[in-house]
């Protein structure tokens, strides 16, 4: 694959990539069609043709790259493409994020779309977006990689892939992103004696579950405490199950899906939680998580299930709508973590034990990069040999995204992160694609060096920045924002103070300003906060203008005190197409 520009040692723009002034984008028109002959488009090779693949493709597209999306399975959708071999949902699954922050902002879901769509209507609208943007025809079905390395000489990705046809082929990219995604491998915890188990159903996990069916009549153990494992707890005990018992190694808080009708991810992760995160003692930070899950989903033990630890922050906190009232109704036993397993019987840590026909182990996954390249492994920190050195550690990257010592490479979305995940992949890829063809400044080689050896620094010395730590869906988006240069300024948008203050980090609320912006931006994220009752066209309530004015003192901002002061009780008019920015 010829580019016709050098490969280079630039993170930022190349020769193609400099003059990308999008025109119309103020007037919210789509970015025109790019007349470049494909000749002399710079290429990029994208791992993976799941969520975060698509819009990275879709945005480097846009920029004046040529991408070649890699994808293993059939078809696009990553693990949303059903009976796909590395899917991880089941046929009738519903989402654990609501519609709103289960999109990008360039397509919306259709009207009608559930709360919390299926697994099939997420497919479907990754295969709209797809062809929307003309990906389908860019991406290589039933393709492997099998090898990825920097050549020193020329600068450029030498790439080996095979095809369904069983052929390798070796290919030469300016540059490579790669997002193959978090769920790579499931990840199954040593338990003394599990090869022993000799139930009817097996041992199995999550990722292979494809609903309850195989499993009526049985007495199921789950072994795990996060989503999967509740939601998979869950449906057996809804759908035929002689027995389901839980069983984890503490017990989490566990926050409903659904908070007296608005989404769980519209209340839990908004730009107030993120700036209190970053300007707040963590122990009030904790303090008010704890209040918002108790106060609206009760705590664990009023339920029947084990007292938690006081602190979320020392518990965890996990979602579901269903698992503590069935817990209530008896139709889910709740016990600790496992000891050993002799044949069908299973020991708990607190010496009780019983037995079951299944084991469904619910207990995560990691990231599988077997492709990569000895010194790609070293410079990320990852072991010189797939399968070597245990759990995987996390990739040693700056801002999750690049290295200082692999120019042209990118990843996309190989985080640990804590809630809805499309508005934030669609917004690192487009830092990547902004800082890739010079709209905005690319982070300069000595800054992430500096970042790397001081986040380095604090793990060596036992703090909390080393090893994998999940990071909550706003932090992240605020990150990849900023990165990016399209974070909303709410002093410049009065009238949707609320809702960008205490709304959905929804995808048109990064359209407001920035590249790519939108004119039809402040309308989308009005209603998007008011379609739960978040409030897209009214003042802040009286605790939400307290909680600023306890966040300005924090961080010193007088700005946003007189701002809270400005629009405390102010109702505005619903923000239409024309809203003009800065109009109250």
């Known amino acids: 694959s010829s580019d016709g520009v050098p490969g280079g040692d630039s993170f930022g723009a190349n020769a193609v990539g400099d003059a990308r002034a999008v025109r119309g984008e103020r007037a919210g028109r789509m970015p025109p069609t790019r007349r470049t002959p494909p000749s002399v488009m710079p290429s990029v090779a994208i791992l993976g043709a799941g969520p975060g693949g698509l819009v990275a493709a879709r945005h480097l597209q846009a920029a004046g790259y040529r991408p070649t999306l890699f994808e293993q399975a059939d078809g696009v959708g990553g693990q949303w493409r059903l009976g796909a071999p590395a899917s991880r949902v089941w046929p009738g699954m519903r989402t654990n994020s609501s519609r709103v922050l289960t999109a990008f902002g360039d397509l919306a879901h259709p009207e009608g779309t559930p709360v919390y769509p299926s697994a099939e209507a997420v497919g479907a609208y990754l295969e709209r977006y797809a062809e929307r943007f003309g990906l389908v025809e860019r991406t290589r079905t039933g393709t492997r990689v099998e090898h990825l390395e920097r050549d020193e000489r020329t600068g450029r990705w030498q790439l080996r892939s095979r095809g369904s046809d069983g052929v390798a082929r070796t290919e030469s990219f300016g540059r490579v992103v790669v997002a193959t995604g978090w769920c790579g491998r499931p990840t199954t915890p040593h338990v003394e004696g599990l090869g022993t188990f000799v139930g009817r159903g097996g041992v199995t996990h999550a990722a292979d579950y494809r ?199 990118a990843f996309l979305g190989l985080f640990e992160q804590i809630g809805p995940h499309l508005p934030t992949l669609e917004l690192q890829a487009r830092w990547i694609a902004y800082a ?149």
Request: charged share 20%.
């Open 211 to 409: 609903g309850a069916e195989p499993f009526r009549g049985l007495r199921v153990l789950v072994a795990g405490g996060g989503i999967s494992a509740l939601e998979v707890a869950s449906e057996l005990a809804l759908h035929g199950a002689a027995e389901v018992v839980v069983a984890s190694r503490r017990q989490r808080y566990v926050l409903q899906k659904l908070l007296a009708g608005v989404p769980a991810d519209h209340v839990a992760f908004t730009r107030f939680a993120a700036l209190a995160a970053e300007s707040l003692p963590p122990a009030e930070v904790d303090a008010g998580l704890r209040a918002l899950v108790v106060g609206t989903s009760g705590s664990p033990e009023q339920y029947g299930a084990p007292r938690t630890a006081e602190s979320v922050f020392a518990a965890g906190l996990t979602l579901s709508q269903t698992f503590l009232p069935l817990v209530a109704d008896g139709r889910i036993a709740v016990r600790p973590w496992l000891a050993r397993v002799d044949g069908r019987e299973v020991r708990f840590a607190d010496g009780s034990a019983a037995t079951f026909d299944a084991i469904v182990f619910g207990t995560g996954y990691e990231p599988e990069l077997p492709f990569l390249g000895a010194r790609v492994r070293a410079a990320v920190g990852l072991a010189p040999s797939p399968g070597e050195g245990g759990a995987f550690p996390g990739l040693g990257l700056y801002k999750h995204t690049f290295h200082p010592d692999l120019p042209g490479i």
């Open 436 to 584: 890739w063809s010079g709209r905005i400044a690319a982070p300069r080689r000595e800054t992430m060096a500096a970042a790397l050896a001081a986040a380095a620094a604090v793990g060596a010395a036992g703090g909390a920045a080393g090893g994998r730590q999940a990071v909550p869906m706003h932090a992240a988006a605020r990150l990849f924002a900023t990165a990016a240069g399209v974070e909303p300024d709410p002093h410049a948008w009065p009238a949707l103070a609320r809702a960008l203050f205490f709304g959905p980090l929804s995808p048109a609320s990064f359209r407001l300003s920035g590249p790519d912006a939108l004119s039809d931006a402040p309308a989308r994220v009005a209603l998007d906060a008011a379609a739960f009752g978040a409030g897209g066209d009214r003042g802040l309530t009286p605790d939400q203008a307290e909680q600023l004015r306890s966040l300005a003192d924090a961080r010193g901002d007088a700005r946003l005190a007189a701002l809270v002061d400005r629009i405390g009780g102010t109702t505005f008019r619903a923000p239409g197409p024309t809203l003009a920015r800065g109009a109250a």
